[in-house]
T-cell receptor, first 113, second 114 residues
Framework: DQQVKQNSPSLSVQEGRISILNCDYT??????FLWYKKYPAEGPTFLIS?????DKNEDGRFTVFLNKSAKHLSLHIVPSQPGDSAVYFC????????????FGQGTTLQVKP | DVKVTQSSRYLVKRTGEKVFLECVQD?????MFWYRQDPGLGLRLIYF???????EKGDIPEGYSVSREKKERFSLILESASTNQTSMYLC?????????????FGSGTQLSVL
């Protein structure tokens, strides 16, 4: 029973273009959503988050969009850079359980020079 | 910088062995977590702890136990290792005063059970 799903295992984009990573969830009790980035041989690092009271949060080149009615969130990276090549995990939380996250399967992003 | 250190990068063990995975954090965080990462499954929570000597089961606790005798140290124990426990194990910590869901991860331990 996968409560958080990333249906695209991989994505390849050209440097300078937009990368869009998608994530769907099933549990309407989730009220906080996060994206983590993972390079090989390193642990995941926090990238950006969004509360369910918002529909957009932006941090530099990274923007997360939340569509609660569709139970869908997406991460936009503009412009994409080769250093963005990594595995991206979306995660969801009920804010009452700080730190207890449910993760998606991950999407491997390759940004080609 | 927050540092979460896992004692081993790679481990190879035999079926039936008792295995200890150690994790230490240096930021005085109250919360500590053990996840495992498997291809196609993402990260799954095994156990977590919100305080010393306190532990709670995550989503996949079967076959595992944990110990938290000191605030900075959280150990994962495989009582009798099995081949289906071959995985990447990730330790994380966080502060309840910090951003919701913002975890700091170690680099991981790749465990192979033969």
């Amino acid at each position: 029973d996968q409560q958080v799903k990333q249906n695209s295992p991989s994505l390849s984009v050209q440097e300078g273009r937009i990368s869009i990573l998608n994530c769907d969830y099933t549990n309407s009790m989730f009220d906080y959503f996060l994206w983590y980035k993972k390079y090989p041989a390193e642990g995941p690092t926090f990238l950006i988050s969004i509360s369910s009271i918002k529909d957009k949060n932006e941090d530099g080149r990274f923007t997360v969009f939340l569509n609660k009615s569709a139970k869908h969130l997406s991460l936009h990276i503009v412009p994409s850079q080769p250093g963005d090549s990594a595995v991206y995990f979306c995660a969801a939380s009920r804010s009452s359980n700080t730190g207890k996250l449910i993760f998606g399967q991950g999407t491997t992003l390759q940004v080609k020079p | 910088d927050v540092k979460v250190t896992q004692s081993s990068r790679y481990l190879v063990k035999r079926t039936g062995e008792k295995v200890f995975l150690e994790c230490v954090q240096d930021m005085d965080h109250e919360n500590m977590f053990w996840y495992r990462q498997d291809p196609g499954l993402g990260l799954r929570l095994i156990y977590f702890s919100y305080d010393v000597k306190m532990k709670e089961k995550g989503d996949i606790p079967e076959g595992y136990s944990v110990s938290r005798e000191k605030k900075e140290r959280f150990s994962l124990i495989l009582e009798s290792a099995s081949t289906n426990q071959t995985s990447m194990y990730l330790c994380a910590s966080s502060s309840p005063q910090g951003s919701v869901g913002k975890l700091f991860f170690g680099s991981g331990t790749q465990l192979s059970v033969l």
